[in-house]
């Protein structure tokens, strides 16, 4: 009978820490998904940046609204999301075969031929018929992103018209496994810039440009 019941005790001591092993499991998954989610949020806002910065370069030098929207775009890339458009299933390209080699040569072969996905390459070939688009319409059956439509642009002029000013906002997809522990909306909204300047200034130098 004592070592029965010595028994049924080990057995309800292991329960009791296996259910606690389960418990610091979850929290900690809880942390490393949330640590990752806000990793990519600060990468996302550095993307923003970036694309604000590069539509004030465009709009400084004198491009038009449509080649800074396009310009704008291109930038956020990052946070764009899945390629919808074209289907890299289908695009051109030539990738490197990595199955079979050992690790030393597979690296050899990428700092020498530098190898690319087909999608990566689908972009480069992209990118500039995008930019050289004549109107709307034309941009999505180039290029275009799942995600692209919460990239946000607003452009505009300072008063005395010698600053150019773009800023460029976007509702960022929270899509990390057990959100809801952390934030209850899909998405977050990020600007670029700070509290006290958002988006990108820049000397207007279209003059030096452009003729009248």
Same mark, same amino acid.
């Given at each position: ?19 606690? &092993? ?13 640590a990752v989610q806000v ?44 390629l919808q458009n074209p ?38 070939t992209r990118i500039p018929?995008?930019?050289? &688009? ?23 002029? &300072? ?46 130098? &279209? ?6």
């Open positions: 009978m004592a070592v029965s019941g010595g028994n049924s005790k080990m057995a309800r001591i292991a329960g009791a820490t296996l259910i606690e &092993a389960c418990i610091v499991v979850v929290l900690l998954c809880l942390l490393l998904f949330g990793s990519r949020l600060y990468a996302a806002k550095e993307i923003l940046d970036y694309s604000s910065m590069a539509g004030a370069r465009a709009k400084a030098v004198g491009l038009n609204d449509f080649m800074v929207y396009k310009v704008v775009r291109v930038a956020s890339i990052p946070n764009a999301g899945t289907n890299i299933d289908s695009a051109s390209g030539t990738a490197y075969n990595w199955q079979g080699d050992r690790p030393g040569y597979l690296w050899d072969q990428a700092v020498a031929n530098a190898p690319a996905s087909p999608q990566y390459n689908a972009e480069v018929f995008y930019l050289g &688009a004549e109107w709307y319409g034309q941009l999505a059956a180039i290029l275009d992103y799942e995600d692209w439509n919460t990239v946000n642009l607003s452009q505009d002029w &300072a008063e005395d018209g010698d600053q150019v000013h773009v800023s460029v906002s976007q509702s960022v997809p929270v899509t990390f496994p057990f959100r809801r522990a952390f934030y209850d909306d899909e998405d977050v909204l990020m600007r670029a810039g700070d509290r006290f300047n958002r988006g990108a200034r820049m000397a207007n130098h &279209a003059g030096l440009y452009l003729q009248e």
